[in-house]
């Protein structure tokens, strides 16, 4: 079956607008954010709402960084034999910081597992908020967004993939599989 286009740039665009205004709603103190993008999509994602948010709120600036959660995942043995690990980043302190922490897809939940594992090691925030863009169903885990772009029903053998134009690739969410 072809890839069929779930999410083109402007559904995107529009999510994430609407993400960044949720995000500001229910956090009155914007000096406790901050916000954790997720390596590799989530980066840009968490770029984009940063930059949203700082947009709309002028005298905000929100703290920024990126985690890689390759060697806290509890299955990175399986997925490769010399796993490809990207840099941290996170140059502020968790303590009395509000994170949201942003993923590109929510699956099964052991990817957003590892992040809060991961988090924990840099300190521990006043809380957490997860934001994806794509919520995909089929969790193994008790873990559920905050925010959410989109919830789509995807069976088990179908890929849903965000391509995003930072990575060379246009903006837009795909459905490929059997």
């Given at each position: 079956?072809?890839?069929?286009?779930?999410?083109?740039?402007?559904?995107?665009?529009?999510?994430?607008?609407?993400?960044?205004?949720?995000?500001?709603?229910?956090?009155?103190?914007?000096?406790?954010?901050?916000?954790?993008?997720?390596?590799?999509?989530?980066?840009?994602?968490?770029?984009?709402?940063?930059?949203?948010?700082?947009?709309?709120?002028?005298?905000?600036?929100?703290?920024?960084?990126?985690?890689?959660?390759?060697?806290?995942?509890?299955?990175?043995?399986?997925?490769?034999?010399?796993?490809?690990?990207?840099?941290?980043?996170?140059?502020f302190l968790m303590e009395?910081?509000?994170?949201?922490?942003?993923?590109?897809?929510?699956?099964?939940?052991?990817?957003?597992?590892?992040?809060?594992?991961?988090?924990?090691?840099?300190?521990?925030?006043?809380?957490?908020?997860?934001?994806?863009?794509?919520?995909?169903?089929?969790?193994?885990?008790?873990?559920?967004?905050?925010?959410?772009?989109?919830?789509?029903?995807?069976?088990?053998?179908?890929?849903?993939?965000?391509?995003?134009?930072?990575?060379?690739?246009?903006?837009?969410?795909?459905?490929?599989?059997?």
């Open positions: 079956m072809p890839a069929k286009i779930i999410m083109t740039s402007s559904d995107i665009e529009r999510s994430l607008n609407r993400i960044a205004l949720e995000i500001v709603e229910h956090n009155p103190r914007l000096s406790e954010l901050s916000i954790i993008g997720v390596h590799t999509g989530g980066v840009f994602l968490a770029q984009r709402l940063k930059e949203r948010i700082e947009a709309t709120e002028p005298d905000s600036s929100l703290p920024f960084g990126t985690l890689d959660i390759t060697l806290y995942r509890d299955d990175w043995s399986l997925i490769s034999q010399n796993p490809v690990v990207k840099k941290s980043e996170i140059g009395e910081r509000r994170v949201i922490l942003v993923d590109d897809v929510l699956f099964t939940g052991r990817t957003i597992r590892a992040a809060l594992d991961a988090i924990m090691d840099y300190g521990r925030p006043l809380a957490i908020q997860l934001a994806v863009l794509v919520d995909r169903g089929g969790r193994e885990l008790p873990i559920q967004p905050d925010y959410v772009g989109m919830s789509v029903s995807a069976s088990p053998g179908e890929r849903v993939d965000v391509l995003l134009a930072e990575s060379g690739q246009g903006d837009r969410v795909q459905l490929s599989g059997p």
